[in-house]
């Protein structure tokens, strides 16, 4: 971005925020109750408890079982949002989702009907393990402009339909999941304000996370793919430098934004793709280790479910306080990425899971 686009997101921003902001009024997350541990895949893939847990900082990870779909993740984590918020009804409803149901229609119109919110406007939004950041940053807009008072964010994935059970680079990482969050209008002062946003992406670097086959270009290719391309392919150490460069960049450009330096954050919560990554990143913007949160130890990488998931966990384990202030990366396939602050609200977290070590 050149310095006249930044100047003017800079000085718009504030402008916005005083008129009408989104506050953070209820969190959630939900996990499926199968566990897979690192002994299950050892049993089946060449790699060890060991192996896995130095390169990733995970022991286990969670995998939805046959009749269960992202549907079914994304509405308990939804009702347990609403609980959170003390609501029962909002505006709107955003799934964020690289798993949906079916390929049309979307899955958030029927999260919608089973959570009884009757026509409110549903829609799923693809951003990959950003995806959560990116429909914070829609719910934020929808707000600011009042097309919302209050508006449902989910993340859901269920990760294991689309990763290879063999495939050693990624069947170890993934997990299946669904965190979620309540937003509403109120004051940019009050605890809860959703502080700036920064999205980005670089769609020249694409091919570092895809699944090849299964959509438009390759159904349009008149030819039938090999079995692998409909699972997720993932070049690791490429993505691991563009992962870590661009977390640090956008988390720089939102701490200045907040008028914050980085010894004013109380909780640093990154996406859960890795916990070398989340470390790297920590370590690049001198964050200090005891203040940043982690839960992959116990349900791997879950995509768009990831931050939300995070924070219900962490509150639930009163890691988080009223008026801590949060910064928050995330970064995934496409490539895309973002940041974004927040100072911790008074709620109640909902967090359903059957961790076991």
Known sequence: MNTTDQDDVTTAQPTIRQARTAVLAGISGWVPPHTVTNADLSARIDTSDEWIRSRTGISQRH???PG?????????????????AACDQVDAVILATTTPDRVCPGTAPEVAAELGLGPVAAHDLSAVCAGFLYALANAVGSIAAGLADRVLIIGAE???TIVDPMDRGTAIIFGDAAGAAVVRAGDPDEPGAIGPIRLGSDGTRSDLIQVPAGGARQRSAGTEPDPSEYYLRMQGRKVYRHAKERMVEASREVLELSGWRVGDVDRFATHQANARISEAVAEELSVPRDRVLSNIEHVGNTSAASLPLLLADAASAGQLRPHDRLLLAAFG????????TLTWPD?????VHTYRD
Do not use: C, D, M, N
Request: hydrophobic share 55%.
């Open 63 to 65: 995998r939805v079982e």
């Open 68 to 84: 269960l779909a992202t549907r079914e993740l994304a509405t308990e984590a939804g009702r347990l949002a609403l609980k959170s």
């Open 158 to 160: 269920t990760f294991s």
């Open 333 to 340: 396939a496409g490539l895309v990425w973002g940041a974004a």
């Open 347 to 351: 709620i109640t977290a909902l967090s």
